[in-house]
């Protein structure tokens, strides 16, 4: 590709754009023109038959070619002026939403189901506060959770999922066979995840890189493949229904046959929605957990060692530190808390199947970590609010049937637009959105520790 | 001749040790012996093994063969080559630095010192449970370690800078940090890997400075492997010369300085010479560092 | 000892087709130290394109020949795949090189994502079965009435994958590129300091191991006979156990880690469960990783401290 004139590295360069506009628009139809323009489909008499959509493909082909054009012209040579730019460092205080971003968040999501019910009443709030709230809840918490083997540890884990399973596997199983309360089975799954990332974590200490995270992934399938054909234990692909309810303590229940069903004792009208927001603060409660138990191990020593594992395990061993066990404690303590999202995923669903706990889940939690940035647990809520509230978000969009045809499903679109997502947030920020590492302990003054210096583990 | 003073009372005992890699022989029945209190200096050029004994002192490599044993100042012996690494540090007290430097460098400089610490703190912390509630055991000793990090950093003069990432220090701060770092284990003896190397000839006399200092204060044997001889000629009390992993001499420093074949060894040149082209390499790899 | 054979020729076959994925996977990791994890997809769009172009050459434009409309698709579906494995390290891994390690796998996963979803949205969810192409067989032989044999399909799969080998080796033993791509997995810095270009180096690594992937593409379409969007992320690990258990980085070590494979998951049908036939890919794989990490014809990795 012709570079631009040095005199003026700045100034766009007309010439150059268009003949790399023309050459991706070459590329883009040699892509995209069998695979959107051909579409293979069946005939009446089942025969595979090849369809052709040109119009389509003229229209990517425009839209690549154009962007490619807009891009080299205009938006990189500003972005080379930026970076040419000396550095201004700001001064001035950060703004009020920024200092306050823990709190202003604890907030609102403590009221969010009272804003969404008296906006929207009870009926229309379960949507919102289901497919939204507790939806993004749980990958909070699993992103949370992974947050301290992939983020802190420095360990790639691409098959947390398996703990996300046996959480609800553990739950299904043992409350529908034995008839135990959420509120028993909610710490032993817990304890069953931590002691499935013992032996999961175990084989795998010595491995490092890309090597641990294929393993940890083969076990994630294998531990699915089992759940498909254990069928004696766990009825195979058909899953597990009718997984009883949570209540509250045996105090209140949800099921409205129950003498103390929640409408009942408080004279309210019958409603799925009071389940809804009841598990929307339970997932919340647990979320907050995680959240709690993970600043305070971060302050630590085991915390410490676990970052310190991150940045150089050869020097954590020549300080005396048991990198075994301080691996193995990782594993254990992220997999309990993905066992305890599991038992709740069960509980809120009452029915769960091996389809729930594909690598694509893995791949979807190790995202939320890394696009949010290693280790921070504030970049780690908004990734996993910009991409499952984002990809939730796409389901509304309704009004995208009007432009596209009614036969336009959005919802084909998500993890389209997902994987896409996570690329393009790869290739602008690497380290994610929050770039950099809070301190554990200070002697005059808390100050930031740039992204670049961080190291990002062995393993 | 009456037995040097190391052999009497040797902090460390390394016997016949061996270490084969495939068929390179990197360290060859090397035996010899660290006095306690002493500075004891390792030298030999390039690739004579130097950090192959390091790493087997320290559990890094497992030797091939021979016995590594380490003797407390209260009697007891560790033996060293049946230890896990990181138990080398915990229990037998070695700690070490590296020719490389290896500090976690994405954690402020107090931090890396607070992780040093790890062993008594997680005691401290009953395992970690008691701390997650908060007992109030722990935030005493968590105040104690913040105080001895503090101890060591006005001794390598890095104040100052506590709460700044260590990967940002200037080369000479960070190769102090090392040190630092190395000392919060409390060890009985501390093993540093050409801890002179890329210091400016300032630097370097301040770090003989500080190795002094923490022998006389803390009673820390030191063993230290190292290029620059006036650092060697000037604080060690013993040295041992290697090469191709074989012992070649071994005494006060002015004794090995007038052992023809150390003199060989080097190239046949003087030790001032010797020093000078390291000292201008130095430099060289300083500014390429840059 | 019948059913030995037969599992023994079927092995090799499916051998064949992993151990050409198994070579992209291990280009790549040999030249950057990637797992290229998007890999698995892009055979599964490349046997989507053969598929197309398949269908349009027998349909729209009467190729009566089957044997010439395969050779077409398979050098279509060669160029198109290579294309695009080009422009994938384009966008999505040549902008994060040299920077955090994990950037580029979270990006490779990405990519796969998309790939699989972009197949799904344009092509549809379903399975796309095509008319056997190749039928005939040749019986070997026959005993109590249970028949050995090695069909068409088989046989062109085995000479074609022998044929590809052959030129490729030639291609990296004996071409400048070839040393170019040797000198890049030594030393990125210094081969650039020699003057190899290195961007163009990976770039072609990158459409070389597509090509490839499209070959197996193709004939993964003939033998089966039926593509789906969801079909590249199974063959996309177990060609990558096989790459790792030949030794990640040597070519040699794909071909014959992808044979061992091919050979281990039909005997494993053959003999014990087809159930588990996945767990048991999946389990070498940990097994393989765990405790030979440098895999047959590897080179074990030294840590210096
Ligand atoms: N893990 C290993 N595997 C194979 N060979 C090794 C290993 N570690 C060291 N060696 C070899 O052992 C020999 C001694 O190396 P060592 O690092 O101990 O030398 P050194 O005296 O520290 O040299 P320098 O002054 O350059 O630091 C070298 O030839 C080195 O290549
Ligand atoms: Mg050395």
Redesign the interface.
Known sequence: MSTSAPARPFEPDFAAAAKDAVLSGVIALGIFGPLVGLRTTQNMSNQLIVESHWGLVAIIVGIVAVGRFVLRAFVFPRMAMWKAQPKVESTAEPSFLRRNIKTIGLVFLLFYPVIIVSMLGYQQSIKWVDNFGIQILIYVMLGWGLNIVVGLAGLLDLGYVAFYAVGAYSYALLATHFGLSFWILLPLAGILAAMWGIILGFPVLRLRGDYLAIVTLAFGEIIRLVLINWRELTNGSAGISSIPKVDLFGWITFNVADPNYVGKVFGLANSSAYYKIFLYYLILALALLTAFVTIRLRRMPIGRAWEALREDEVACRSLGINTTNTKLTAFAIGAMFGGFAGSFFAARQGFVSPESFVFLESAVIVAIVVLGGMGSMIGVAIAAVAMIGGTEILRELSFLKVVFGSDFNPDLFRMLIFGLAMVTIMVWKPRGFVGQREPTAFLTERKAVSGSLVQEGHG | MPAPSWEKDPVLSVEHVTMR?GGLVAVNDLSFAAGRGDITALIGPNGAGK?TVF?CI????KPTQGMLRLQHGDGSTHLLERMA??????TAKV??T?QNI???????V??NL??????P??IA?GM?VL??IGFPA?KKA?KRS?EKA?YW?DKINL?DR????A??LPYGAQRRLEIA??MC?SPELLCLDEPAAGLNPRESGELNQLLLDIRKTEGTSLLLIEHDMSVVMEISDHVVVLEYGIKISDGTPAEVKADPRVIAAYLGVDDDEVAEVEEALDVVVEEARQ | MELFLQQFINGVTLGSIYGLIAIGYTMVFGIIGMVNFSHGDVFMVSSFIALIFFLVLTTWLGVASVALALLIVMVISMVLTGLMSWTIERVAYRPLRGSFRLAPLISAIGMSIVLSNFIQVAQGPRNKPVPPMVTESIALWERNGFTVSVSYKQLIIIAVTAVLLACFWFLVQKTSLGRAQRACEQDRKMAALLGINVDRTISLTFVMGAALAAVAGTLFLMYYGVVNFSDGFVPGVKAFTAAVLGGIGSLPGAVLGGLLIGLIETFWSGYFSIDYKDVAAFSILAIVLIFMPQGILGRPEVEKV
């Open positions: 890699f950090t790493n320290t559990g890094f490599y690494d990181f138990k080398i540090s915990a700690a070490r590296f290896r500090l976690f460098s994405g954690m402020t107090l931090e607070l992780v040093a610490q790890h062993n703190l997680m912390s970690t701390g997650l722990y968590e913040i503090k950093l104040t506590a709460d700044d990432p990967g940002d770092r190395a284990t």
